[in-house]
């Protein structure tokens, strides 16, 4: 089946600093991807929506300044939190769907802030 | 707009137990239903989908029927493992003007006892 990956698995930074989250579809191209957020015992929250080429789209709520996503190719989205702070600390999740809409989902990224 | 409720939890079983975890919905047009498995520190693995009213979907003993008339997608397996220990979610997806969504319900946390 389609593999979606995400790098780095767990990252510690500090206050302040910014952080890159890499999400790539391994074996497929993706017409679109996916930025969940988790916080610890809770459902997934979507951030934003992201299509090759083209601007995200961002959830009411989410700054789209402070969640920086990047869509360079059918295989590849990045999010990168800017100047984070100890309440970005969560569990980011990745997904890409292919032409059929099968949604796939990434194994997650840890962010702690400290 | 879209929704989904499932029970709360956490559910305790006893190994070999039948196992329940109730999921409706409340949605315009015709969604697809899932069910996802999320075990400690992952991402979300599909368990099994529905993709119209009365499809039954399947998998590793667990399975779900999509019923329109009273719009559930309740998870049921007859004899659950301790491995089978983790969190569910129950979701609904759509494609329409908004492009495709996935919306999830808060999930249910599952203990097997052996």
């Known amino acids: 089946g389609a593999v979606v990956s995400q790098h780095p698995s767990w990252v510690i930074c500090k206050s302040g600093t910014s952080v890159k989250i890499e999400c790539r579809s391994l074996?497929?191209?993706?017409?679109?991807m996916f930025w969940y957020r988790q916080f610890p015992k809770q459902s997934l929250m979507l951030m934003a929506t992201s299509n090759e080429g083209s601007k995200a789209t961002y959830e009411q709520g989410v700054e789209k300044d402070k969640f920086l996503i990047n869509h360079a190719s059918l295989t590849l989205s990045t999010l990168t939190v800017t100047s984070a702070h100890p309440e970005d600390s969560s569990f980011y999740i990745c997904s890409a769907i292919q032409d059929d809409y099968e949604q796939y989902f990434g194994p997650g990224t840890r962010l702690t802030v400290t | 707009g879209n929704s989904v409720t499932q029970m709360e939890g956490p559910v305790t079983l006893s190994e070999e137990a039948f196992l329940t975890i109730n999921c409706t919905y409340t949605a315009t047009g015709y969604p697809s239903l899932f069910w996802y498995v999320q075990y400690p520190g992952e991402g979300l693995q599909l368990l099994l989908k529905?993709?119209?009213?009365?499809d039954k979907g399947s998998n590793k003993g667990f399975e779900a029927t999509y019923r329109k008339e009273t719009t559930s997608f309740h998870l049921e397996k007859g004899s659950v493992q301790v491995s089978d220990s983790a969190v569910y979610f129950c979701?609904?997806?759509?494609?329409?003007?908004?492009?495709?969504?996935?919306?999830f319900g808060a999930g249910t946390r599952l203990f097997v006892k052996a």
């Open positions: 074996d497929f191209q993706a017409t679109t």
């Open positions: 529905a993709t119209k009213a009365d």
């Open positions: 979701a609904l997806s759509t494609v329409g003007g908004g492009g495709f969504k996935t919306i």
